[in-house]
């Protein structure tokens, strides 16, 4: 399977921006859907539990592939020259970050 | 049904780790010598090869995963809360941001994983590596004992 040259920059980016995005809809709650599990029931946007619980996952999942794409579709317009400085460790390292501050944000279920 | 998802979930996950315990282990610690014992050829598998299926199984695991957290949200987590399991319900978010976080990778950590490998890029592909492990052996740790909290068909 053939792939274009820019693809690597997108995947970096997409990486980086991914998780990034993620954990800011997580905590700001910017999910682009809200599913109702006990009624079995999609809504747009974020809406309040109805008849049970709401989740927000999908949506926050939603929300970051969607911001993160457009992201890393736009980085991989980038110069040649400028694509080729940018450090294939983001990739990972900025996931790593972000998995240690949902470990940071989580604290209070460990410490009660 | 649910159940019958959950244990496919299950299956899949199993697989999953195991591919990618074997390309963890291939990549952070490569057998130099012949492969004579089951430890050694544990760490001489073409790791390579593993990537692409590596790819499908995640996605494939999270979409059922995903589907079977429907049902986890209304009928065992309420449980958990009521039950003041607060470390249990802590974990599982953890697996399920994890989760998310493995999702945005999964591109990257096939690119670095195609053929002719690139040695200038083996630290990333090392780290890919051991990222997605991490995340598999936590999914597939934490699943499995919320599933004996709560206990089958409970």
């Given amino acids: 399977m053939t792939v274009t040259r820019s693809f690597p920059v997108f995947a970096v980016v997409f990486a980086a921006a991914y998780a990034i995005a993620y954990v800011i809809c997580v905590e700001k709650n910017y999910a682009l859907v809200t599913y109702h599990p006990a009624i079995y029931e999609w809504g747009l946007g974020v809406q309040k539990a109805k008849d049970g619980p709401a989740m927000y996952w999908f949506g926050w999942m939603a929300t970051s592939g969607i911001g993160a794409g457009v992201i890393a579709l736009a980085a991989s317009w980038l110069p040649e020259r400028l694509a080729r400085r940018l450090w294939s460790g983001w990739s990972w390292a900025v996931p790593v970050a972000v998995m240690l501050v949902f470990c940071y944000l989580l604290r209070g279920y460990f410490l009660r | ?154």
């Fill in chain 2, 1 to 154: 049904m649910f159940t019958v998802l959950l244990i496919v979930h299950g299956l899949l996950a199993v697989a999953l780790l195991g591919a990618i315990t074997h390309q963890a282990v291939s990549v952070w610690l490569p057998a130099r010598k012949p492969a004579g014992t089951f430890v050694r050829r544990f760490r001489s598998v073409p790791a390579t090869s593993y990537a692409n299926a590596i790819v499908v199984l995640y996605l494939v695991t999270a979409v059922l995963g995903a589907i079977v957290y429907t049902e986890y949200r209304v009928v065992v987590r309420v449980v958990l809360e009521q039950l003041d399991l607060w470390k249990t319900n802590g974990v599982f978010e953890l697996k399920e941001h994890f989760a998310a976080v493995g999702l945005g990778v999964l591109p990257a950590y096939w690119y670095y994983w195609r053929t002719p490998l690139s040695g200038e890029h083996a630290r990333t592909r090392a780290a890919l590596t051991a990222i997605l492990a991490f995340i598999v052996w936590w999914n597939f740790l934490v699943g499995h004992v919320l599933n004996n909290v709560r206990g089958f068909g409970s």
